[in-house]
């Protein structure tokens, strides 16, 4: 099974940067994503990683550290539309052969004026 | 133009009834998949299909049966409905799913199930 921790809530201030952690534990491991998914919509995709490092998309970043298990996204420059839940997903490939994405349970992340 | 679009969006129901949600993607996407959001957020995978061959079923109780008529349509239909089914239920799709190739899924807008 796999096992996805991040935290349940963030708040941070309009014009910050704030970072969200991601953790787990896989075997298989064929990617990590995160997506954002606003109050009653639908997750939308962010960024994708595979390999280790840091991947830059605008104001927002992700990174991954595959031996420890760990990938963060960084946020820049926050607007009050970036509160949302931002959900961790990590891919990895099952007994029958085939790659399904888990979700973490996602962090809130409220920004404030 | 709507790349995965699921109906109804609400639908509330009573307990015991059974009741149908209809997914339908025109990416070309090749595999789909239904997912759970519980009160929690937590969002679940319940099921996946490619190329109309279900490739995953998770610990889900026989109530709740998909069908894939074909590679772009992944209905689900739940049948004896109970309080604890009440969530809402996403449709996705993605591009591969046995090769790993897939590099992001694309979500329905929700169906949010309330029985009571």
């Known amino acids: 099974g796999q096992n996805i921790d991040q935290p349940t809530e963030m708040t941070a201030t309009e014009g910050a940067i704030v970072q969200i952690n991601c953790t787990y534990q896989t075997s298989g491991f064929n990617g990590l994503f995160w997506y954002q998914q606003h109050a009653g919509e639908a997750p939308t995709f962010l960024s994708y990683?595979?390999?280790?490092g840091l991947e830059e998309k605008g104001r927002f970043s992700s990174f991954l550290s595959r031996s420890k298990g760990y990938s963060y996204l960084l946020l820049k420059e926050l607007q009050m539309k970036d509160s949302a839940s931002y959900l961790c997903a990590v891919r990895a490939r099952r007994s029958g052969g085939s790659y399904i994405p888990t979700f973490g349970r996602g962090t809130s992340l409220i920004v404030h004026p | 133009d709507t790349a995965v679009s699921q109906t109804p969006k609400y639908l509330v129901t009573q307990m015991g009834n059974d009741k149908s949600i209809k997914c339908e993607q025109n990416?070309?996407?090749?595999?789909m998949y239904w997912y759970k959001q519980d009160s929690k957020k937590f969002l679940k995978i319940m099921f996946s299909?490619?190329?109309?061959?279900?490739?995953i079923n998770e610990t889900v109780p026989n109530r709740f049966s998909p069908k894939s008529p074909d590679k772009a349509h992944l209905n689900l239909h739940i049948n004896s409905l109970e309080l604890g089914d009440s969530a809402v239920y996403f449709c996705?799709?993605?591009?591969?799913?046995?090769?790993?190739?897939?590099?992001?899924?694309?979500f329905g807008s929700g169906t949010r199930l309330t029985v009571v």
């Open positions: 996705a799709s993605s591009l591969g799913g046995r090769t790993g190739a897939s590099m992001s899924y694309t």
């Open positions: 990416l070309g996407h090749d595999t």
């Open positions: 990683n595979v390999l280790d």
């Open positions: 299909y490619n190329n109309k061959e279900l490739i």
